[in-house]
């Protein structure tokens, strides 16, 4: 079963900012939300994570809801490069790392 | 820093051939994994391993076989090439079990 559930594509324009939805409600107390974004067909990029505060970095906010039940990744100022497929994942923190990417969505900026 | 280094890019095989996928990283992390993604797809776990000597199956280990006899490389195997297995195939690697994952850029095989 899958543990997270995006949409499949959304469109956000240049400049704008660009929220993206996911929910994740069987999560589990020691149990992180990951973002990656695929640019193309090239290698998936880490973004950000969180556990159950909000999160920001260079690149993206992150802000994940009271009950731990879903999250939004908002890149703030949308550009043509933003335009990717981005995934959401939940894993757990020591033990293996075995990163479980699901079809993720595909953001389209449109200029 | 070179991160994770995959070659070949581009590979072609014939049905039944055997070839072996190398992945190399020099930031000294412990985890190591591979990946294939079909198209339209998302990825999709191989093998993985948590550190030198330790190896262990993902989702789709059947046909690959995997060894770690080093930090730094993680080759994937494949044993008698077959047409379902035409993907492209990702290696990452982290530090700890937690920690953010980085990627190579692929190799994109095709057995005809």
């Known amino acids: 079963d899958a543990k997270t559930t995006q949409p499949p594509s959304m469109d956000c324009a240049e400049g704008r900012a660009a929220n993206l939805p996911c929910n994740h409600s069987?999560?589990?107390?020691?149990?992180?939300v990951y973002w990656y974004r695929q640019i193309h067909s090239q290698g998936p990029q880490y973004i950000i994570h969180?556990?159950?505060n909000n999160e920001t970095n260079e690149m993206a906010s992150l802000i994940i809801t009271e009950d731990r039940k879903s999250s939004t990744l908002i890149l703030p100022h949308a550009t043509l490069r933003d335009t990717a497929v981005y995934y959401c994942i939940v894993e757990g923190w020591g033990g293996y790392q075995k990163v479980t990417f699901g079809t993720g969505t595909k953001l389209q900026v449109i200029p | 820093n070179a991160g994770v280094t995959q070659t070949p890019k581009f590979q072609v095989l014939k049905t039944g051939q055997s070839m072996t996928l190398q992945c190399a990283q020099d930031?000294?992390?412990?985890?190591m994994s591979w990946y294939r993604q079909d198209p339209g797809m998302g990825l999709r776990l191989i093998h993985y391993s948590v550190g030198a000597g330790i190896t262990d199956q993902g989702e789709v280990p059947n046909g690959y076989n995997v060894s770690r006899s080093t930090t730094e490389d993680f080759p994937l195997r494949l044993l008698s090439a077959a047409p379902s297995q035409t993907s492209v195939y990702f290696c990452?690697?982290?530090?700890?079990?937690?920690?953010?994952?980085?990627f190579g850029q692929g190799t994109r095989l095709t057995v005809v």
């Open positions: 930031m000294n992390h412990e985890y």
């Open positions: 969180g556990l159950k």
């Open positions: 069987t999560i589990s107390g020691n149990e992180y």
């Open positions: 990452a690697s982290s530090y700890s079990g937690g920690a953010s994952a980085f």
